[in-house]
Nanobody, 124 residues
Framework: QVSLVESGGGLVQAGGSLRLSCAAS????????MGWFRRVPGQEREFVAA????????YESDSVKGRFTISTDNAKNTMYLQMNSLKPEDTAVYYC?????????????????WGQGTQVTVSS
């Protein structure tokens, strides 16, 4: 059984920064390609960023490119999302996703495990 737990969300002013964490248990982090998705109430989860297994390649959506950075620390079994220059439109619940594959994907339905989410609120 794989468990993913997100943390690090909160309330921040526009222009500020947050770092989200996703801690995995049950299997080693190197087993997965990983991703971050976010959901605004009433909408589907949207892709934010992803990283291939062993960190061999990262991807970001156009809306966060240049502002958000995804990374992993396999020794700590943790994935991070560093979010800088936050905007009110970044307000959402952020979810950590894991996929039994070498390769990350933009498609939510291709992920096998997910966490409960952490709320990020950016005030203007």
């Amino acid at each position: 059984q794989v468990s993913l737990v997100e943390s690090g969300g909160g309330l921040v002013q526009a222009g500020g920064s947050l770092r989200l964490s996703c801690a995995a248990s049950g299997r080693t982090f190197g087993s997965f390609a990983m991703g971050w998705f976010r959901r605004v109430p009433g909408q589907e989860r949207e892709f934010v960023a992803a990283i291939n297994r062993y960190g061999a390649g990262t991807y970001e959506s156009d809306s966060v490119k240049g502002r958000f950075t995804i990374s992993t620390d396999n020794a700590k079994n943790t994935m991070y999302l560093q979010m800088n220059s936050l905007k009110p439109e970044d307000t959402a619940v952020y979810y950590c996703e894991a996929r039994d594959s070498d390769w990350a994907t933009f498609e939510l339905r291709e992920y096998d495990y997910w966490g409960q989410g952490t709320q990020v609120t950016v005030s203007s």
